[in-house]
T-cell receptor
Framework: GQQLNQSPQSMFIQEGEDVSMNCTSS?????WLWYKQDPGEGPVLLIA?????ELTSNGRLTAQFGITRKDSFLNISASIPSDVGIYFC???????????FGGGTRLMVKP | DAGITQSPRHKVTETGTPVTLRCHQT?????MYWYRQDPGHGLRLIHY???????DKGEVSDGYSVSRSKTEDFLLTLESATSSQTSVYFC?????????????FGPGTRLTVL
């Protein structure tokens, strides 16, 4: 099936540091979504991107839809302990298509 | 939070037994999905439904069947569970599959097949 390559697979950072993670694909997507999953819970939508080049923020989170439509990144500024979790990217080719998910980035924050 | 519940939340069963997982939504959304989550694989689509009695296969549908007799309920059945079906199962809902639509997830069911 379609693959989204998400990196890094895991990160262990100090509280207060900035974080960056990204997703790349060999094919074009028209929608990019970023989700966060807390331990024992389902993924929760953080940011949705619908246009190439779009840059969207949600508090300390910023995500961008790559110009080539084949990638997206998520930045977290000034990390805090509650940022711990697994972050997933997801892409959709066109309306009517299903989402394809990346493998996730596990973030650990040291107080 | 989207009104999605899953039951049971945890289940341990033996190889060869049938298992049914239930997803219930209070949002009246048309689309419902079943995913499995495994380390290193992220979320993979098993089956989805685009309306009552309308379902289709996803990426990893072998060994699974689904049914949707009411808008609010989407059932996932493992006819004869195998150890490879040990996983965490998530239900999701969406209003449509339009380009601006997003999916909302339930809390998950952890299934262990011994």
């Amino acid at each position: 099936g379609q693959q989204l390559n998400q990196s890094p697979q895991s990160m262990f950072i100090q509280e207060g540091e900035d974080v960056s993670m990204n997703c790349t694909s060999s094919s074009i997507f028209n929608t990019w979504l970023w989700y966060k999953q807390d331990p024992g819970e389902g993924p929760v939508l953080l940011i949705a991107l619908y246009k190439a080049g779009e840059l969207t923020s949600n508090g300390r989170l910023t995500a961008q839809f790559g110009i080539t439509r084949k990638d997206s990144f998520l930045n977290i500024s000034a990390s805090i302990p509650s940022d711990v979790g697994i972050y997933f990217c997801a892409g959709r080719h066109n309306a009517g298509n299903m989402l394809t998910f990346g493998g996730g980035t596990r973030l650990m924050v040291k107080p | 939070d989207a009104g999605i519940t899953q039951s049971p939340r945890h289940k341990v069963t033996e190889t060869g037994t049938p298992v049914t997982l239930r997803c219930h939504q209070t949002e009246n959304h048309r689309y419902m999905y079943w995913y499995r989550q495994d380390p290193g694989h992220g979320l993979r689509l098993i089956h989805y439904s685009y309306g009552v009695k309308d379902t289709d296969k996803g990426e990893v549908s072998d060994g699974y069947s689904v049914s949707r007799s009411k808008t609010e309920d989407f059932l996932l059945t493992l006819e004869s569970a195998t150890s490879s079906q040990t996983s965490v199962y998530f239900c999701a809902i969406s209003e449509s599959t339009g380009s601006t639509d997003t999916q909302y997830f339930g809390p998950g069911t952890r299934l262990t097949v011994l």
